[in-house]
């Protein structure tokens, strides 16, 4: 009998609504219903492509004696990270605090106020590593709450005192200047793995945001090593083993230092992030590679990703059937050299596994090989390739998170915008306008005010949190520098009109949820960037790009505001503020404001308007339309020269002469 998860929207809650566990959303009546029973809460949070969760929910939530303990004495509730990110980053600031480190699944056991007192990530159904079982925890804080209550609440008021004491009083002083980023820059090359590319060692994770910010420095200032540390880690990742070598792609992370091994779920933001880097390495370079690479992952998203409502799916698992029955990790894209001699022949089979870097042994489980790019691998006829992709299409797909996340979309909006733009793919701009459309119509009500999340074009139940509002103003003022339509200007101005109101606080300082969110056992308030930009940084970034398309002083003032906090994280930690950097980066280059003016169909336009797009100047806003347009403020007063289109190129209040042609333009812009 299918327990209260099964009206949710999230996929992932729906992955558990026949679990024997008597599962509850988070909400009020959840611990009103632990209050009047006097039981502890069991806060459970994953989301729906996370390999260990499907593992704890197999070995443990799907198991009815373990479910019966659970229903007994506790009240359970089941979250998903990916819908209330502000759940997930309160509770896991306080398992990180007492354990030292996180991960999903998240478990954490709480009082009837919400209030944390025990924490743990994956928990085995048996001893294991010196890891207690589930069942031995479940134990245990049965015991403590039973026998010890008092000194349970003690605890808990002690981890909420703790963590309400670390709120972010201040972002940061000043503006970050030309030694902030020198030395932010210094940092990474000191990180820099120089035999394998990007930063650290195992596991690695696609650093997409601390590239964006390596190749604005070095169109700024002409630094060759920030250059060459840039392309280097995107032609390690397209050779490995973390790119789909066949549908194009990246998986979410390297198991390993060299980019073989990844954990192959394939995550929207991940993507969208890294096609847009992969665009403007070839904008500065004219790289083959990463022209390639940026268009396969973005036919990736569209084929792959894009709902039936045109919107932008969240992930593809990591596991799926090999055939056998057995739901294995990576199932779906690894090969073995018996594997591909019978879909291409013996002597195909032999040549597709030097190219790939397929061996006897493998590179991943039972001789099973990721694919991959070695440089010595040699040439392959170019049927081959497609053969292949045909015959995975008959394997097993991984599992498919379908819910739309509005942050994740805004950046492929941008992503797939700008790609579209760089490489004459109108149909990749329409996909973009597509999705924009949703956000429009599903997620933002007559206030502007946004939607975390909907499915199947029916919007959730939460509300959005900064990093929703920035990245989408971002994806939109990417979209009106693209396509020309002042409508998604004007979107993205009633979307930062409501982080100005909502989400700003003292000197500078952003929060991650509105002033009249839910409130929380903390104001979750965080400003690095990990997986996807902050909400902080995007924010930042989204408010200096209105800002330059506007002349607005009050956006401009808070999105430098918000810089500040690249002052005290750039310098020590700037693998955690890419994103920061690179709007730091684009504040230090003006940004550039370049309207283009001139008849829509005249081609001399729509020259000077791609040349506007093709500057690599870092975050440069771009406006094109009639000279009597009234879309864009960059517009006005810009007449044509000599009855011809122009373009007009300024930055902090200073503006060049007109230019007529490309060339002149480009030049300006250099």
Sequence with gaps: ????????????????????????????????????????????????????????????????????????????????????????????????????????????????????????????????????????????????????????????????????????????????????????????????????????????????????????????????????????????????????????????????????VPHFEKMLYDNALLCRVYAHLWRATGSELARRVALETADFMVRELRTNEGGYASALDADSDDGTGRHVEGAFYVWTPAQLAEVLGERDGQAAARHFGVTEEGTFEEGASVLQLPP????????????????????????????????????????????????????????????????????????????RTSKDGRAGLNAGVLEDYGDVAEGFLVLAGVTGEGVWLEFAGFLLDIVLDQFVGERGALYDTAHDAEKLIRRPQDPTDNATPSGWTAAAQALLSYAAHTGSEAHRSAGEGALGVVNALGPRAPRFIGWGLAAAEALLDGPREVAVVGAPTDPRTSALHRTALLSPAPGAVVAVGAPDSEEFPLLAGRPLVDGGPAAYVCRRFTCDAPVTTPQELAQALG
């Design 376 to 451: 010595d691998g040699g040439p392959l006829d170019t049927s081959v390739r497609e053969r292949l992709l045909a015959a995975r299409e008959l394997r097993e797909r991984p599992g498919r998170d379908d819910k739309v996340v509005a942050a994740w979309n805004g950046l492929a909006i941008a992503a797939l915008a700008e790609t579209g733009a760089l490489f004459d793919r109108p149909d990749l701009v329409e996909r973009a306008t597509e999705a924009a459309d949703l956000l429009v119509r599903v997620h933002m009500d007559a206030h502007a005010r946004l939607t």
């Design 1 to 260: 009998m299918p327990n209260r998860l099964a009206h949710e929207t999230s996929p992932y809650l729906l992955q558990h609504a026949d679990n024997p566990v008597d599962w509850w959303p988070w909400s009020p009546e959840a611990f009103e219903e632990a209050r009047e029973r006097g039981v502890p809460v069991l806060l459970s949070v994953g989301y729906s492509s996370c390999h260990w969760c499907h593992v704890m929910a197999h070995e443990s939530f799907e198991d009815e004696t373990t479910a019966a303990y659970l229903n007994e004495n506790f009240v359970s509730v089941k979250v998903d990270r990916e819908e209330r990110p502000d759940i997930d980053a309160v509770y896991m600031e306080a398992v990180q605090a007492a354990t030292g480190q996180g991960g999903w699944p998240m478990t954490v056991f709480l009082t009837a106020d919400a209030e944390p007192f025990y924490f743990g990530t994956y928990f085995p159904p048996a001893p294991r590593h010196g890891m207690p079982s589930f069942r031995q925890i479940l134990e245990g804080v049965k015991a403590a709450w039973t026998g010890r209550r008092g000194e349970v609440g003690e605890v808990a008021g002690k981890i909420v005192r703790d963590l309400s004491s670390r709120e972010l009083a201040h972002s940061g002083t000043g503006l970050p200047g030309e030694a902030e980023l020198s030395q932010a820059l210094l940092g990474l090359t000191r990180d820099y793995d120089e035999q394998h590319g990007g930063f650290g060692g195992a596991p690695k994770f696609p650093p997409s945001m601390s590239l964006e910010f390596l190749l604005r420095h070095f169109t700024r200032t002409g630094a060759e090593g920030a250059l060459q540390m840039a392309a280097d880690t995107c032609e390690a990742m397209a050779r490995g083993g973390i790119y789909d070598q066949l549908g194009g792609g990246f998986a979410r992370y390297s198991v390993d230092r060299a980019w073989v």
